[in-house]
């Protein structure tokens, strides 16, 4: 149990372009998802929660106009990199929690390899 | 400043030893997870601590979760090539985000 998926998991695209990547909980209802990215050999930077049906909670320092993030279900979360640049080129993870276990477990996706040119 | 530390950052081994990774914080965790990551995937769930002073085992894998649940241990026993990765300790203290520590990478030299 407790399965999340992400697609897609590569996209190239050329500067100016926007981005949309899906994250879904695949077994279970997650009230809460969250947006990572990681760069080459550090660990995991937390952009934003997501709660469903409300607006997201960004870090300092993350756009929230250029990461867009829609919660629109229990089992849906999606990111656009809008307007994406070469020094967004990252790996963008997501994760989504069950409280229903009764612990602030995070499980994550399989992440999305961004490339932009 | 780190809410994690990981201690060590980086260790090589060869294949049949054992190790143990740390992580330590100032404050405490109602419980604490540890992941595995390889190279172009997401974190995998190795286990979660919830109790202070709490010891599980998963094969070759020991975890322990310090008494006053501020600080936790993975030891491996016998390591082999398919060990090597990055761990990732996290965890939620009491009142804060979810945090991740800056990780340990491992690799087991055959």
């Known amino acids: 149990g407790a399965v999340v998926s992400q697609h897609p998991s590569r996209v190239i695209c050329k500067s100016g372009t926007s981005v949309k990547i899906e994250c879904r909980s695949l077994?279970?209802?997650?009230?809460?998802m969250f947006w990572y990215r990681q760069f080459p050999k550090q660990s995991l930077m937390l952009m934003a929660t997501?709660?469903?049906?409300?607006?997201?909670?960004?870090e300092q320092g993350v756009e929230k106009d250029k990461f867009l993030i829609n919660h629109a279900s229990l089992t849906l979360s999606t990111l656009t990199v809008t307007s994406a640049h070469p020094e967004d080129s990252s790996f963008y993870i997501c994760?989504?929690?069950?409280?229903?276990?009764?612990?602030?477990?995070?499980?994550f996706g399989p992440g999305t390899r961004l490339t932009v040119l | 400043t780190q809410l994690l530390e990981q201690s060590p950052q980086f260790l090589s081994i060869q294949e049949g030893e054992n190790l143990t990774v740390y992580c330590n914080s100032s404050s405490v965790f109602s419980s604490l997870q540890w992941y595995r990551q390889e190279p172009g995937e997401g974190p995998v769930l190795l286990v979660t601590v919830v109790t202070g002073g709490e010891v599980k085992k998963l094969k070759r894998l020991t975890f322990q979760f310090g008494d006053a649940r501020k600080d936790s241990s993975l030891h491996i026993t016998a390591a082999q090539p398919g060990d090597t990765g990055l761990y990732l300790c996290?965890?939620?203290?009491?009142?804060?985000?979810?945090?991740f520590g800056p990780g340990t990478r491992l690799s087991v030299l055959p």
């Open positions: 996290a965890g939620e203290p009491y009142g804060q985000n979810f945090v």
């Open positions: 994760s989504a929690s069950d409280r229903g276990r009764g612990t602030d477990t995070q499980y």
């Open positions: 997501s709660n469903e049906g409300s607006k997201a909670t960004y």
């Open positions: 077994d279970f209802q997650a009230t809460t």
